[in-house]
């Protein structure tokens, strides 16, 4: 056996250096140890008031649609790390501006919702100083009207178009979440086939799938129906729902509201109902860390998901994008983090002013030992 010195032990068992590889030719093991240190660390928006014993760092969206690639950095210490990540919510998309009784048109009706951002969320190792990408995904927008809208919007209405898909959030390469699918650009026979998917999650010790967003009612004659609630997320974002013509509202799908400490995900959007000039309310959006937002009728507009200026998802009405219509036919915004946006209903009847919800934007959060 090799000589060691005292000192050279004493000086082990201070850094706590020792070392373990498979030496089987020589009949005994060696081991290898990392020494745990409290990190030092900058990004995000700080958070140490949680009172769990952890320091949580936590990413946003830069802007209503627009995605966040930034870093993390250790400047200091050795520990173990955790992250939860949350796609972007799909926006819902708008049906066509013309008033055909028969299909391409934007006469009844209603469109299906944006689906809810995928979750994934656990430790990604020891980590130690250094530098560490990530990349916040970014709601999806909704279509429809949306001239004049929020500078991220298009410039111009983007009628008979699928909603945007949230974009997809990852730390580091190694855990990820994608977004949810847009919504369509109207509804399709048969209905289940116009779901928009919500995103997945990988690279997580619990790896969550968001709920789709609801199909909606086939434009045209009759154009009646009853829009589909959006389905909640599994350990993930809700999606948004379907928006109705002359029949019961759809609700947005509820999102899981702790993933990791008080940080989970959004609920979706409410859709929109149409009932032929009479007062009406859209349905209400679904629960989570962050609420949906309701959908729009005649005399109860839409309204904006809950959560963060930058990061809710913004419903279809007026205060977003003026006129919103003479009978406020407008889908609700996906709440923080996550849920998907949910559907207009009858865009011709409407003014041809009917804007959809966008998605509610993703997430990234750090968190380490005290």
Sequence with gaps: MPFKSTLAKSAGKLFGVFRERDLSLRGYNQQSREIILNITATGGTKNTSVGDGYIY?????????SPNSTTFQITDGNNTVEVLVIGGGGGSGS???GSNPSPPTGRNGGNPGGGGGGAAVGPVGILGPGTYPLTVGAGG????ATSPGPPAYSPSNT?????????TSVFNGVIQATGGAGGLAAATAPLPGSRASGGTGTGGVTNGTGGYGGYGVV???PGQGVGEDGQN????????????DMQPVATGGDGTTSLLGPYGAGGGGGGARDE???PASGGAGGSGMFAGGRGGGLGS?????????????LGGQNANFPPGGSRSNNGGGGGAYGGGGGGLSDMANNSTKSVSGSGGGGLVVVRYAV
Excluded at 303 to 312: V, Y
């Design 141 to 144: 927008k909704g279509r429809g």
């Design 95 to 97: 049906m066509p501006s």
């Design 57 to 65: 760092h936590v990413f946003e969206q830069t802007a209503v649609g």
């Design 301 to 313: 507009d839409a309204l904006d998901g809950s959560g963060p200026a930058t990061s809710k998802g």
């Design 276 to 278: 032929g000039g009479q």
């Design 233 to 244: 997320g599994t350990n993930a974002a809700g999606g948004g729902a379907g928006g109705s």
């Design 219 to 221: 434009p045209g004659s």
């Design 159 to 167: 009628f008979g178009t699928a909603g945007e898909a949230g974009g």
